[in-house]
């Protein structure tokens, strides 16, 4: 009896050695691949260097992840695992992340603005105080006093359209605009990698017959269907512009823009006060301008954006 009693504890020693590992490597059996070696999974019940199945929350420095592999959170981050396959770079992605591909959403810019957006990263932060004027012909920016304000721009001619005019483009960092006025026959961009907050009133309207920046007139094809006998419709952009009343009633105001460029309004329809053999012609009101704002980040409308025809 006492001889059967030694075999039999030397087994169990023997079994409790095999159970052991040190490294994943330890572990044969597919079923259980996986050597927690504190004890800190709940699959191993407390026991230390012992394999069991692979942990669901496994941290990726323990258990590894797939070189390259990439996933999207629910709060827009991007995870990327590194080439050591033992950790991972995590994001946040401005724009939120984007499935199946597994990258940061991209901001492609409509009407050609996006080289401008690309070296926006690298450009200075820039607060327009109140007062502030911007020509869109010249690129000239002054404050209240007049004093000039030293602002990079360029000058971008749109892709879409033949009739749009071409677009002032300033590139900052980030944008703080305080009530500024812009005048100019260019219309006006602002691209920024960061965030854009219009703190003022930010006005590109027409005054009486003199347009605004970036507005249409009755040479270009999409005001084309002016003439003057004509009643005095309204301006016209998205839709066409309503019709005018007096002599010629009911005729069609200012035409529709097709596509999506930056083009600002149409001017109203003129009115003839007289006849066809001897028109006496009023002149509509001009068309108001256009603005584009562009932003990597966020954009945000504290004051107001005018551009009234």
Do not use: W
């Not at 721009?153 to 006025?181: K, L, M, N, Y």
């Not at 003057?228 to 069609?252: C, K, P, V």
């Amino acid at each position: 009896m006492r001889k059967l009693a030694i075999v039999l504890l030397l087994m169990a020693a023997c079994t409790k050695k095999q159970d052991q590992c040190e490294t994943n490597a330890d572990c044969t059996d597919p079923a259980y691949p996986f050597c927690d070696v504190d004890g800190s999974f709940p699959a191993s019940g407390g026991d230390k260097d012992v394999c069991t199945i692979m942990p669901t929350d496994c941290p990726v420095d323990v258990c590894g992840c797939t070189a390259g592999a990439a996933t999207c959170g629910s709060d827009g981050t991007l995870t990327v695992c590194n080439d050591d396959g033992m950790s991972v770079t995590t994001t946040m992605c401005a724009t939120g992340c984007e499935l199946p591909a597994a990258t940061c959403k991209t901001i492609v810019p409509s009407n050609g603005l996006g080289s401008a957006l690309g070296i926006a990263s690298t450009a200075p932060d820039i607060t327009l105080s109140s007062g502030t004027t911007i020509d869109t012909d010249t690129g000239a920016v002054t404050d209240d006093t007049g004093t000039a304000i030293s602002l990079t721009s360029i000058i971008v001619q749109q892709p879409s359209t033949e009739d749009a005019s071409d677009i002032r483009v300033f590139i900052g960092h980030s944008f703080t605009i305080g009530s500024t006025t812009v005048t100019g026959a260019n219309a006006l961009a602002f691209v920024s990698d960061g965030a854009i907050e219009i703190a003022g009133s930010l006005t590109a309207v027409a005054s009486n017959f003199q347009a605004g920046p970036g507005a249409q007139t009755d040479s270009e094809a999409a005001c084309a269907g002016f003439s003057a006998l004509r009643s005095s419709g309204g301006g016209g952009n998205d839709t066409a512009g309503g019709s005018g009343g007096g002599i010629r009633e009911g005729a069609q105001g200012g035409d529709a823009v097709s596509g999506f460029a930056l083009i600002g309004g149409c001017e109203g329809g003129p009115i003839n006060f007289g006849s066809a053999a001897n028109p006496q012609v009023a002149d509509g009101g001009a068309g108001g301008g256009a603005i584009q704002l562009v932003s990597s980040t966020s954009i945000t409308l504290g004051g107001v954006i005018n551009v009234g025809g």
